[in-house]
């Protein structure tokens, strides 16, 4: 007897959306006989815009698109990387053997405030809990709403003691006492009314109360104004989820209103939306700023809500998680990995440039990819990874002695992410039925639109091209810097494992990556310290030419740390005010500000590299995995409609679930799908 014919998938797009489909569609033996997967990938290497290469010329460093770190609520990305290791089956002496070796936590977050002409370090702390990343367990609303008043009641009651003659625990200055007994025992304090009417009214009464009674006299204060902020944020939350019934009738019923508006429905003051870091920051975390313009913030607030309950109350372990590596290394050297001994067919240097609809516009019948260029000596296959202290790696750029005239096109120039055709081949032309039967859909939305311009004008089909229409995305810009001291040495007086953000816009976010020393390859040279900064890039500067945007970047990076970098490194500014240009490990030796020029920055303009971003009114037009609308076509990628619904690793590894059940039946269940958190 015969076997049956596999069916054959073709996974557009080698990031974490698509890797992830091709993983859950040949995760089991049984899987494997049922399906044949082909990953067609531009380019010589894996992971989207979480792509990372090792720069052999310069110590093997790590170059990034940005900086990435992993929230402990990851359940999805983490479980598929804790599968993907333990199949890896590294030995235990070996680098990054287990996702448990890979990652470490982080649990001090630094967020500025600015004051005046000053800025202000507001560090928070989280504390580690015993669950386990990648293990999903259920979140209850109401615990959270009475820890979190819990919390305020305490630290009222320590800053009241400083300020007794105006903070006299009378009348309305009890009212979050009130609040949180109600909230920590609701069944024997309810009123004939629930919790969502009457601790709303108590909120409020004690934020009004506040206000009048201490705050207006003390705005200066930076303890009492920074309090105020903190209640003012956390109560107009509570009040708001409470008041418009949203774990009832679900987040999404907000989601055409801009975060900042319904925090302002609800009572939270000027003073709080404009200047509580831990607001700015999230703005500043996922990017959302209109056309990178940082006086323009723009988020959805129902997922807005949702994304902040799980970051600081459904994370797993640790708030946050470093990798010890790139995330290249860390997370698609292990899957491509796995993924190759499994059988996946890989075809590097593989554009897709368009979709094609068979004649009844039921299906898609052709994908037109564009070779970039031919493998030497007639290989039919690339191996992308290298060897870098005994890690398996990808490099900055490809291995150019696997390509048929590798060494023309290196002296030429090309860039084998950018330039498509670079060498001058006829496309292919793969066609239903012969080289794939169903098509996982996986580039970024911001490159789509060429791509998909026949799906998109499909008269038949309109919800595609609404998606594609509707779909957000910004130019970012990142800057990576080595040191010969370390960041310690140069004023910065919080830990190694700190994060930071809020700061002097765009280049507002920074971390100390020290640790990432142990796996670069330095060896003489006096590298001591590497920081990683990034931040959104205006669109004046991201709509220009690629070269025209990288050279915006490093002026921004040269005026950021000549002017701003001070207030976190004061010991990096020079007697003048300026920044210490010989704190940048070069070694060409230059002068000056020159010696930026030996470090490493991007601007991700690109249609493939622009980050996806959640504006007011545009999740409605979101489709899921299974909605594409036509039947051999699913979707995978952060910018589907998957639950988070944001730019992140989470949103586009679920993604790649549900696309993978969509073709296959499986995985049935993905967490994080239902639920308060998720539900639309």
């Known amino acids: 007897m015969s076997r049956p014919r596999r069916t054959k998938v073709a996974v557009l797009g080698g990031g974490a959306g698509g890797l992830t489909a091709a993983f859950e569609l040949t995760a089991t033996p049984e899987l494997r006989a049922r399906h044949d997967v082909t990953v067609y ?13 090792r720069n052999a010329a310069q110590g093997q460093r790590i170059e990034e698109h940005g900086l990435h770190l992993w929230f402990g609520f990851y359940d999805n990305a983490f479980s598929l990387l804790r599968r993907c290791y333990e199949e890896l089956g590294r030995p235990p002496d070996a680098p990054l053997a287990t996702v448990d ?18 800025w202000i370090p507001r560090e928070f702390t989280f504390p580690e809990n015993p669950l386990t990343p990648g293990r999903p367990s259920p979140l209850s609303f109401a615990p959270l709403v009475a820890e979190a008043l819990g919390r305020l009641r305490r630290e009222w009651e320590r800053l009241s003691g400083r300020l007794a003659e105006t903070a006299r625990r009378t009348g309305r200055g009890q009212l979050l006492e009130v609040a949180h007994r109600r909230a920590a025992s609701p069944l024997r304090h309810l009123p004939p009314f629930g919790l969502d009417v009457v601790i709303p009214r108590l909120l409020d009464g004690f934020r009004d109360w506040l206000w009048e009674a201490v705050v207006c006299r003390h705005v200066d204060d930076d303890e009492v104004r920074f309090f105020f902020m903190a209640y ?56 959302g700023f209109e056309e990178g313009d940082t006086g323009r913030p723009n988020v959805a607030a129902g997922k807005a809500i949702q994304a902040f309950i799980r970051i600081a109350a459904g994370y797993k372990g640790s708030v946050l998680w470093k990798m010890r590596a790139g995330m290249g290394d860390t997370v698609f050297a292990p899957l491509y990995e796995v993924l190759h001994r499994r059988g996946v067919t890989f075809r590097f240097f593989h554009a897709v440039t368009r979709l094609g609809l068979s004649a009844d516009r039921r299906s898609v019948s052709t994908v037109v990819v564009q070779p970039q260029v031919e493998l030497a000596g007639g290989s039919g296959e690339y191996r992308p990874l290298v060897d870098v202290k005994g890690l398996p790696c990808w490099p900055n750029e490809p291995d150019w002695r696997q390509i048929e005239g590798g060494a023309a096109l290196r002296r030429a120039g090309v860039d084998l992410e950018g330039d498509i055709d670079a060498a001058g081949l006829p496309p292919l032309v793969l066609r239903r039925g012969r080289q794939f039967d169903a098509v996982v859909l996986a580039i970024p939305v911001g490159a789509l639109p060429p791509i998909c311009a026949e799906l998109a004008g499909d ?9 594609l229409a509707n779909a957000h995305t910004v130019g970012t810009q990142a ?11 140069l004023g910065w007086s919080y830990g190694p494992d700190t994060a930071m953000s809020s700061f002097v816009e765009p280049v507002d976010t920074y971390c100390d990556m020290a640790h990432l020393l142990d796996r670069e390859d330095w060896r003489g040279d006096q590298v001591a310290g590497i920081a990683y900064f990034c931040g959104v890039l205006p669109e004046a500067a991201a709509a220009r030419t690629e070269a025209e945007a990288r050279a915006a970047v490093r002026t921004s990076a040269a005026r950021y740390l000549d002017e701003s970098v001070g207030a976190v490194w004061p010991g990096a500014v020079t007697p003048d005010g300026g920044f210490e240009w010989k704190l940048l490990v070069d070694q060409q030796d230059t002068a000056g500000e020159a010696r930026l020029d030996s470090q490493y920055w991007r601007a991700n303009v690109r249609g493939t590299e622009r980050y996806v971003t959640t504006p007011a009114g545009s999740v409605v037009h979101r489709l899921r995995a299974d909605e594409s609308g036509y039947e051999n076509l699913v979707l995978a990628g952060d910018w589907t409609r998957n639950g988070i619904d944001g730019g992140c690793v989470e949103a586009a590894v679920t993604s790649g679930m549900q696309a993978a059940r969509a073709i296959s039946g499986e995985p049935k269940i993905v967490p994080g799908e239902d639920g308060v958190l998720e539900r639309d």
Not at 240 to 256: K, M, T
Not at 479 to 489: C, D, H, I, M, T
């Open 41 to 53: 990938q531009l380019g010589w290497r894996l992971g989207g815009k979480g792509a990372s290469g």
């Open 101 to 118: 070796d890979a990652f470490f936590p982080c649990n001090e977050v630094v967020l500025y405030e600015q004051w005046g002409d000053r």
């Open 232 to 287: 003012d944020f956390v109560a107009g939350m509570i009040s708001g989820i409470y008041r418009d019934r949203l774990l009832q009738r679900g987040f999404g019923v907000v989601n055409d209103e801009e975060l900042s508006a319904w925090l302002e429905r609800h009572g939270v003051t000027r003073l709080t939306r404009e200047h509580f870091p831990f607001l700015r920051g999230f703005y500043s975390l996922v990017f």
């Open 459 to 467: 008269p038949a089909n309109p919800r595609f091209g609404r998606m």
């Open 479 to 489: 800057l990576q810097l080595w040191l010969n001291r370390p960041v310690a040495e």
